[in-house]
């Protein structure tokens, strides 16, 4: 149980485009979802996190307008980052919070952006 | 705000060597939690510690959530070449937002 899925795993852009990232809990319900970057050999940022049926809260310095996140019901939530750049680069990995509340996160297989 | 310092940094020993890493935290956890990543993947979640003074095992894996409650470890035993990967530690603090922190990570390398 408590699997988490995010697509696409690749994807490769040009700058200017906009792309979106689905993350899906298979087996739960998850109320929030939380959105991570990670940049080579260095560890978890945490983007934002993504509420159910209301507005996500971002961390500071991440711009929102930047990175959209939608999470339009228990078990989808969409990260879509905005007319792209080279900087945007990076892996980003969607995670869900297990049915025990304040226990174990999830995390989705990530998904490498590479925009060119 | 809260940190987590993780050691070491990076390993690199000898299949069938035991290894020891941990976490030390600025403030109080109430959740222990630790991973593993795979390059290119996500992180997968091998054990999960609630309580001070806790200890679980899973599989060759040992893990305990410290007394103080600001410092965990996680020990496995007996390595093997597929326990390669990054290690991470992360934990929860008192104000349970739900938000984890996350340590620098542990590199773990297995010479067969």
């Known amino acids: 149980g408590a699997v988490v899925s995010q697509h696409p795993s690749r994807v490769i852009c040009k700058s200017g485009t906009s792309v979106k990232i689905e993350c899906r809990s298979l087996?739960?319900?998850?109320?929030?979802m939380f959105w991570y970057r990670q940049f080579p050999k260095q560890s978890l940022m945490l983007m934002a996190t993504s509420n159910e049926g209301s507005k996500a809260t971002y961390e500071q310095g991440v711009e929102k307008d930047k990175f959209l996140i939608n999470h339009a019901s228990l078990t989808l939530s969409t990260l879509t980052v905005t007319s792209a750049h080279p900087e945007d680069s990076s892996f980003y990995i969607c995670s869900a919070e297990g049915p025990r509340w304040g226990g174990e996160l999830f995390f989705g297989e990530g998904s490498r952006l590479t925009v060119l | 705000g809260q940190q987590l310092n993780q050691s070491p940094q990076s390993m690199f020993i000898q299949e069938g060597e035991d290894v020891s890493m941990n976490c030390t935290s600025s403030?109080?956890?109430?959740?222990w939690l630790w991973y593993k990543q795979d390059p290119g993947e996500g992180p997968v979640l091998l054990i999960a510690l609630y309580k001070a003074g806790e200890l679980t095992s899973n599989g060759r894996l040992t893990a305990q959530f410290g007394i103080t409650r600001k410092d965990s470890f996680l020990n496995i035993s007996a390595s093997i070449p597929s326990d390669v990967g990054i290690y991470f530690c992360a934990g929860r603090g008192s104000s349970n937002t739900g938000k984890l922190i996350f340590g620098q990570g542990t590199t773990l390398q297995v010479k067969p």
């Open positions: 087996d739960f319900q998850a109320t929030t």
């Open positions: 403030s109080i956890f109430n959740t």
